[in-house]
């Protein structure tokens, strides 16, 4: 009898262990503080382990995947088509809602990477009011109004794209997503930069800033790099070189020969200005 018990035990404790672990490892990929080698090394890992146990953990993965993919080539297009397909009959036999508004938040994303901007609106809208009066899905209806952002200053609907920000801002800052509003701080900035309103640029990009210093290198040199951008526009190339200069050593460390030689190339162009001046 104490063996049959033991060995039950043994089988939930270590079930639940697991299912767990996944959700931790999932949290991790969206915490902000793995950069993006690490997130896809922590997804590869637990792509290797499908299916689990729990259909939940399944879903889970299938359904942070989908942030993984590039759209703009056709064959992680056809790869990402077959993901969603997948994805959603996990979500369907999980039972989860949350889930379901993940995933769509994560095609609208894709549809819009491939263009299909209307598509993107749409769903995007549809998964906003879907979580406008449930406070327990304050990040989906965040991370939704970030994507609708996004594609309303892609279109120069700045006033659009302001209040949709500022949702999600609201949003993630009711849902204690620290990472997640100081991007949206970054995505503020950049549409004062695109009005010439520097100093409310300079301002939001340098909170945003502020803040990433505390998750990954790569999201603060991006960041910084912006900022950077801003100041060159209005012609204040001390300070842009200046901040060229801080993330270099980062952008060697991270980025391909390609983007490092951009880096070098910003850095050079600023030096031959300044001389004459």
């Not at 879907?130 to 309303?152: M, V, W």
């Not at 803040?211 to 603060?220: D, V």
Request: glycine share 4%.
């Amino acid at each position: 009898m104490f063996k049959l018990f033991f060995g039950v035990f043994c089988c939930l404790f270590c079930f639940g262990t697991l299912a767990n672990v996944v959700k931790e490892d999932v949290e991790k990929i969206l915490s902000g503080h793995l950069t993006s080698n690490q997130s896809r090394g922590l997804m590869d890992k637990l792509e290797r382990n499908l299916p689990y146990p729990s259909v939940l953990d399944t879903a889970r993965v299938k359904t942070v995947k989908c942030w993984f993919y590039d759209p703009q080539n056709d064959k992680n297009h056809i790869a990402l088509n077959d993901l969603l397909t997948d994805a959603n009959q996990a979500i369907k036999k999980a039972n989860s809602p949350k889930l379901k508004l993940d995933l769509q938040t994560c095609q609208a994303f894709n549809l819009y990477q491939q263009g299909k901007v209307s598509a993107a609106t749409s769903m995007t809208k549809n998964v906003i009011s879907d979580t406008s009066k449930n406070p327990e899905l304050y990040y989906q209806h965040a991370t939704a109004n970030l994507i609708l952002g996004r594609i309303f200053r892609s279109q120069g609907s700045y006033q659009q794209a302001f209040l949709a920000f500022q949702q999600a801002y609201n949003s993630f800052e009711q849902g204690g997503f620290s990472y997640d509003k100081a991007l949206i701080l970054k995505e503020i900035g950049l549409i004062h930069a695109d009005l010439h309103n520097f100093l409310l640029a300079e301002e939001q990009l340098q909170r945003a800033i502020n803040e990433l210093t505390n998750y990954n290198e790569q999201e603060w040199y991006i960041a910084t790099d912006i900022l950077a951008q801003a100041y060159e526009a209005q012609g204040n190339y001390q300070k842009a070189v200046m901040l060229y200069n801080s993330i270099l050593p980062a952008v060697i460390k991270y980025e391909d020969d390609e983007g490092s030689a951009y880096l070098l190339f910003k850095i050079a162009q600023i030096n031959i200005q300044l001389n004459e001046l």
